[in-house]
């Protein structure tokens, strides 16, 4: 069992930056590839970002490409999401999501066994 707890989301105007962060425990952080999805009310969960579990190879959802990064520090069982020139149409709550020995592949909601509760980011224009 992984226990995912993201935070750093908050209200934010367009141009702007922050950085979320999610905390894992409970198993060993190192062999999980992680995620971040995001979803707004009614809509379906949408994939953001990956980073594998072994390599630290990324991939990004194309309207977040240049602007986001994902990174890991296994030392500290955390992923990051730093996100960059945010547009109002960032706004959603965003989940991490973890999948052992996943890879940058595994970009659908049902592909992983492991969620955060989320946390809300809004985009003010």
């Known amino acids: 069992q992984v226990q995912l707890v993201e935070s750093g989301g908050g209200l934010v105007q367009a141009g702007g930056s922050l950085r979320l962060s999610c905390v894992a425990s409970?198993?060993?952080?190192?062999?999980?590839?992680m995620a971040w999805f995001r979803q707004a009310p009614g809509k379906e969960r949408e994939f953001v970002a990956v980073?594998?579990?072994?390599?630290?190879?990324?991939y990004y959802e194309d309207s977040v490409k240049g602007r986001f990064t994902i990174s890991r520090d296994n030392a500290k069982n955390t992923v990051y999401l730093q996100m960059n020139s945010l547009k109002p149409e960032d706004t959603d709550v965003y989940y991490c999501?973890?999948?052992?020995?996943?890879?940058?592949?595994?970009?659908?909601?049902?592909?992983?066994?492991?969620w955060g509760q989320g946390t809300q980011v809004t985009v003010s224009s």
């Open positions: 980073v594998r579990w072994n390599s630290g190879v990324t």
């Open positions: 999501a973890a999948l052992e020995y996943g890879s940058i592949g595994n970009t659908k909601r049902g592909q992983y066994h492991y």
């Open positions: 409970g198993r060993t952080f190192s062999t999980y590839t």
